[in-house]
């Protein structure tokens, strides 16, 4: 904790964290012991990420339903690109084809109009990418989820 004072300080890193810029040490010691594996959840050991699905790929091969993928061309939170070949990979090959995927190129993780993609980087205002909500909207229809 002593030795990185200033990523603790940085503005990005106190929104990535969900912080409010004190980081006890309390919870930095939670923090660590979770990437060493020794707190209620797993992490991938390459990435350090929180693994919400086990055996996920086993998982998305034995999906059997419609599924809607949608990413934002300028995400930085998830890989969307090795997302999507996975998902063509699995969902698509299993599923006969009832896999759906839309990018939007000007999207952020959110799907919400962006410059750079970055928590960071400026939007002029919150706007979701156009064609986000008719996208979800006509594919639930063409899917039987609506009238």
Known sequence: MEAEPNVRK?????SMLGISGVFTKEAYTF??????????YKRDPI???????????????????PVL????GKEF???????KMLYNETIRRNNNNRLTIKTFPEGNHGIVKCKTG??????DKLEFCGGYLETMTTWLKENGFGK
């Open 10 to 14: 940085d503005s990005l890193c106190v």
């Open 31 to 40: 923090e660590q012991e979770s990437i060493k594996g020794k707190v209620r």
């Open 47 to 65: 990435t350090h990420s929180i693994i919400l699905v086990p055996d996920f790929v086993n998982v998305l091969n034995k999906i059997q339903c």
């Open 69 to 72: 993928a949608i990413f934002g």
């Open 77 to 83: 939170i998830v890989d969307w690109r090795k997302t």
């Open 118 to 123: 970055s928590l960071k980087g400026k939007m």
